[in-house]
């Protein structure tokens, strides 16, 4: 019906009928993202205190509202900005959590704040919003080397509410004829 009347499926209603993104890219048949090999392990020390301090300072976790009631649904992301000459640390990032493409998304932003002001550089934002990469390695990093700020507290939050939205999800499909 939508089809029809738009010419094209809508996400939402893509992942209303199949569910999240990668039980979708198994249906049509995408080769699997090369991120079981990722473990918490290939995580040294050094880095996860590196990635710890990086966060506490640059990094936000958010639920977002994606619809509005009654059919409101939340999506989690986390995401950190930095300034378009500071790239090394986005690619770092991404190279210890072997983060798909199909996961992450990079933008460059240019912000103007005020007019009577130059405009600021333009940046670069990491926006992660795929729940099983959160769930499965952003947050038992933060886990295992903890933030040493209020950024922790917000992490707490951005895993209950997960947890909350993952048990609804599987409940509302399981219900369904």
């Not at 992942?15 to 991120?35: A, C, E, N, T, V």
């Not at 300072?57 to 939340?74: I, N, S, V, Y």
């Not at 990079?106 to 333009?122: A, G």
Request: proline letters at 11%; hydrophobic letters at 35%; glycine letters at 6%.
């Amino acid at each position: 019906m939508e089809y029809l009347r738009l010419g094209n499926y809508h996400p939402a209603t893509l992942w209303h009928r199949f569910g999240p993104w990668y039980k979708i890219l198994d249906l049509i048949g995408y080769p699997p993202i090369p991120s079981n090999s990722w473990s918490i392990d290939s995580i040294t020390p050094e880095d996860g205190g590196w990635l710890a301090g990086f966060f506490a300072g640059e990094g936000h976790f958010d639920l977002m509202p994606t619809a509005k009631p009654p059919l409101q649904r939340f999506d989690p992301i986390v995401s950190i900005a930095q300034r378009a000459d500071n790239w090394k640390p986005i690619q770092q990032i991404i190279g210890l959590w072997q983060l798909s493409p199909i996961v992450y998304r990079v933008q460059k932003r240019c912000y103007i704040e005020d007019p009577k002001r130059f405009p600021s550089k333009p940046i670069f934002q990491l926006a992660i919003r795929d729940t099983p990469t959160i769930s499965q390695k952003i947050i038992p990093t933060f886990l295992r080397y903890p933030m040493r700020s209020r950024k922790q507290l917000e992490l707490e939050v951005l895993e209950k509410g997960i947890r909350i939205l993952v048990n609804r999800r599987e409940s509302y499909r399981a219900n369904r004829p």
